[in-house]
Nanobody
Framework: HVQLVESGGGSVQVGGSLRLSCAAS????????VGWFRQVPGKEREGVAT????????HYADSVKGRFTISQDNAKNTLYLHMDSLKPEDTAMYYC???????????????????RGQGTQVTVS
């Protein structure tokens, strides 16, 4: 069972940057699918970014491509989301998630990953 704890959220001005962290306990990140999704009250969850730690392959939502970077530190069992050029529409609760791959692929949508942290709020104004 993977336990995830996010940190690093906060309030930032338009155009600013934030780095979210997600510390995992339990099984190592190595070999897992890990990522982030975000949610605004009253709206559907939006997948932001994923990485398959087995081969380092990443995927980003079109809305964040070129602005957000997902990375992991396997030694620290920590996942990061570096966010640049933040916009008001990036305001949301951000959740760190993890899942086991199927046949070497992150086959489930990131919003449906099996393990989820408690979330960290990002506000851009």
């Amino acid at each position: 069972h993977v336990q995830l704890v996010e940190s690093g959220g906060g309030s930032v001005q338009v155009g600013g940057s934030l780095r979210l962290s997600c510390a995992a306990s339990g099984p190592t990140f190595r070999g897992l699918c890990v990522g982030w999704f975000r949610q605004v009250p009253g709206k559907e969850r939006e997948g932001v970014a994923t990485v398959y730690t087995g081969d380092g392959s990443t995927h980003y939502a079109d809305s964040v491509k070129g602005r957000f970077t997902i990375s992991q530190d396997n030694a620290k069992n920590t996942l990061y989301l570096h966010m640049d050029s933040l916009k008001p529409e990036d305001t949301a609760m951000y959740y760190c998630v993890a899942d086991r791959p199927f046949n070497g692929y992150c086959s489930r949508p990131v919003v449906d990953f099996a393990y989820r942290g408690q979330g960290t709020q990002v506000t851009v104004s």
